[in-house]
């Protein structure tokens, strides 16, 4: 699975960005996606999950309320749509496929940056 995220930008705090992830190889609507970040300095975080069918999604905590993950199979591709965005937003975001198990994530993206800052 080869993953592809674009979207990624300069935003003032309170702004809202839209990331996308494009799939290619096996077929996208049998595994999970999932979105993570990492500041600079620090480890790689948990963002969102969403499952093959796009019925069961979670969030962590930091972002729960403010960002909605959600897919669009026929088009092979996971969005993260980002509203309320604050400075601690700012990271590399990275998509990721958990093909072979759910939560396993095997494959992943080159990561977008994005950058909340007045």
């Known amino acids: 699975v080869q993953l592809v995220e674009s979207g990624g930008g300069s935003v003032q705090p309170g702004g809202s960005l839209r990331l996308s992830c494009a799939a290619s190889?096996?077929?996208?609507?049998?595994?999970?996606m999932g979105w993570f970040r990492q500041a600079p300095g620090k480890e790689r975080d948990f963002v969102a999950r969403?499952?093959?069918?796009?019925?069961?999604?979670v969030y962590s905590d930091s972002v729960k309320g403010r960002f909605i993950i959600s897919r669009d199979n026929a088009k092979k591709t996971v969005y993260l749509q980002m509203n309320s965005l604050k400075p601690e937003d700012t990271a590399v975001y990275y998509c990721?496929?958990?093909?072979?198990?759910?939560?396993?994530?095997?494959?992943w993206g080159q990561g977008t940056q994005v950058t909340v800052s007045s």
């Open positions: 969403i499952d093959w069918s796009a019925g069961y999604t």
């Open positions: 990721a496929a958990d093909t072979s198990f759910p939560g396993n994530y095997d494959s």
């Open positions: 190889g096996r077929t996208f609507s049998t595994y999970g």
